[in-house]
């Protein structure tokens, strides 16, 4: 559809029947994994392979500032994006001890920061400006900030798999960017703007209400709207959204299992799917978060999540905790005996 960003296949099907009586003939009744069996088939279809391996596992997280931050859609000030990715450097956030836990390395990427960090260890310099422009005057970006942003996460996922990494965790920072997944999301899937737009980092009431009038004032702002995924990106997107969205395609091009994280992640996921809708078949939903537009994105893109823990935090979080349960997934596909290997008798044996 879009010739300049990655083309993504479908995975091939024709290992489902092997793959699933492989996941039938372990020493347990058929069924009783449960979910863990579905998931130990799709990541067998990812890698094309009847004992799937995750190897060196990453968690993306990417940030970036919004315009329309500083007209409160936020409850905290834009200040603390930049201080939150000081935060992650220094080792210190949630994603970093989550991360830990999980045995996942964390690469930290500034797609558009007001903030000048300089070179950095640790900080993927990609920043495409000092924040975006506000969506509540015109589009957040042009074509070629949007296009930038997404070639970077592209770059990105390239470098990484050369280096073996075969699953990536999907997470993000930015002050404003659920006022931006939104109008993402309202656009892309048709759903009210009213069920889209939820509390973010912790509005009351009263901060709730300005939110949906200053995102009503967005749409109108643009009246000649459309649902092609590239505009609305370049339109209400943040650049580290865009950026994410040019990453999860250029993950599923190279048979990566992608990881996906909570509201904010999944609208970059929504422009993708938009752009290639095989990138679903290699997408492991990790959990359900508690922000309201994520329940109309799981329906619409008929996505059932792992875990539902309650979590509306970001930065990839939901994705740290859910990848044990891809380990395990592959573990008990390499590692279980079969009813004919360890001599057990099968049912009606």
């Not at 300005?210 to 505009?231: F, G, S």
């Not at 799981?298 to 875990?307: C, D, N, Q, V, W």
Request: aromatic residues 4%; negative net charge.
């Amino acid at each position: 559809m879009h010739a300049h960003l990655p083309q993504v296949p479908p995975v091939d099907r024709a290992l489902a029947p092997a793959l699933q009586a492989r996941i039938d003939a372990k020493t347990k009744p058929v069924g009783s994994l449960g979910r863990l069996e579905g998931l130990a088939l799709r990541l067998g279809l990812v890698q094309g392979s009847l004992s799937p391996v995750l190897s060196a596992p990453h968690v993306l997280v990417c940030a970036g500032d919004h315009g329309a931050a500083r007209a409160g859609v936020s409850a905290y000030p834009q200040e603390v994006t930049w201080q939150m990715v000081e935060n992650f450097l220094a080792g210190g956030a949630a994603i970093n001890a989550l991360a830990r836990a999980a045995g996942m390395a964390l690469v930290v990427a500034d797609a558009g920061v007001n903030h000048d960090f300089g070179p950095r260890p640790g900080l993927v310099g990609a920043k495409v400006a000092m924040g975006t422009a506000s969506y509540l005057e015109g589009p957040a970006m042009d074509a070629d900030q949007r296009d930038a942003a997404m070639a970077h996460g592209a770059a990105l996922v390239g470098v990484l798999a050369e280096a073996g990494c075969n699953v990536l965790g999907f997470g993000e920072m930015g002050i404003g960017n659920t006022a931006s997944a939104s109008l993402i999301t309202h656009c892309l899937t048709g759903a009210p703007l009213a069920d889209c737009v939820g509390r973010g980092t912790g509005l009351d009431d009263a901060g709730l209400a300005r939110k949906r009038a200053l995102l009503e004032r967005a749409l109108a702002a643009w009246p000649e709207r459309t649902d092609d995924p590239l505009e609305v990106l370049a339109r209400f997107g943040g650049f580290e959204i865009a950026m994410l969205a040019g990453a999860m395609l250029a993950a599923a091009r190279d048979r990566m299992v992608l990881l996906i994280d909570g509201f904010i992640v999944t609208a970059a996921l929504l422009a993708a799917q938009r752009i290639a809708p095989a990138i679903l078949d290699y997408c492991v939903f990790a959990h359900r978060s508690d922000e309201a537009g994520h329940a109309v994105q799981l329906r619409h893109l008929g996505a059932e999540p792992l875990l539902d823990l309650g979590l509306r935090l970001g930065e990839g979080t939901g994705a740290a905790l859910a990848y044990p349960l891809l380990q395990a997934a592959c573990a008990f596909l390499r590692e279980m005996a079969s009813f004919d290997s360890a001599g057990v008798s099968g049912k009606g044996g």
